[in-house]
């Protein structure tokens, strides 16, 4: 994920997994991170940015960015919020 | 450790929840429970526990695989008749999950060896069926502060309890001695249905999960039981003064654990 241009704490590739294990790779992420660390979520277009970016909405994380790398994926920038 | 994504698809269901997440599923994955009784209540609890990804699981039982335990010990099968109990529920629980170290103890539990054999376990699952080895279960899990599921299936009634030292009464707390020898029929005598088995092993196996994850309430102080013929359930609070216990009382009176004596036709599992 060159195409980032700020630092995250880490990031995840939920391009190889289908819904719904594409939003619980990028769960399973965040749990290992520290509240406000940030996480990179590289996904594919379609259902899973229609779908992951709201679910980690709705579990009360901050989604800072999403960014189109112009190859049919996405990188989803989030800050972790709560333990 | 990371998941594989494989991992993480086997256990979505768990992740998902908030009361379990990746946190709560390596934490099953780095436990170990030990189920005494390949039988009735050992069957669906260790099925579930072995599905759930409990990282290591013992099981103890001398038996072998009876046709007349089919009606209800599910991890066995009809091709399995003949065969160690404890292999057949190893070959079960391996092929449910590859996840699962299954350690298997081909012994019936006594004052000789169920010291050693709790040793390494997190939490101990009593699926036996006679009141002799329900009572060495207790005694040596007080003994070595072992929290464990106690449960009884009989006719189309069951009941379980759940002990986490410190945390309230023991079984002797509540029943004291066994009964005298003969004076209370075993399943093989009077019979049982064979789902209830499913319903209480498998409430034991919850019991054992929520101890790990280490969220919600358990059966600490409670006595759970189970009318299935006139659907009942009923939560019976347990007295809560344990100091005048035997076994975990201010000033136990058992001190080393006790052999009783069988009912002739006992000492098979559930």
Known sequence: ???????????????????????????AALEE???????????NDGEPVQNVPRSIKEEGHKILKLLD????TYTLIVEKVGD | MAFSNEQLERYSRHIILKEVGAKGQKKLLNSKVLIIGAGGLGAPAAMYLAAAGIGTIGIADADEVDLSNLQRQIIHATSDIGKAKVQSAKETMEAINPDVTVKTYRTFVDSENISELIANYDFIIDGTDNFPAKFLINDACVMAKKPFSHAGIIRFKGQLMTYVPGQGPCYR?????????????????????????????????????????????LLTGYLLTYDALKMEFRKVKLPEDTSKCAVCGENPTITELIDYEQAECDGKAL
Do not use: H, R, W
Not at chain 1, 33 to 43: N, V
Not at chain 1, 69 to 72: A, Q, V
Not at chain 2, 189 to 211: F, N, P, T
């Open chain 1, 33 to 43: 991170l520290d509240e406000g660390q940030t996480l990179a979520i590289k996904m």
């Open chain 1, 1 to 27: 994920m060159t195409d980032i241009n700020f630092q995250t704490d880490d990031t995840v590739d939920i391009t190889d997994v289908v819904c719904p294990i594409t939003f619980v790779k990028a769960k």
């Open chain 2, 173 to 217: 707390c509540v029943f004291k001695n066994p009964p005298p020898k003969d004076a209370v029929p075993t399943c093989k005598q009077a019979g049982v249905i064979g789902a209830m088995g499913g319903v209480i092993g498998s409430l034991q196996a919850m019991e054992a999960i929520k101890y790990i994850l280490g969220t919600g309430d």
């Open chain 1, 69 to 72: 790398n112009g190859d049919s």
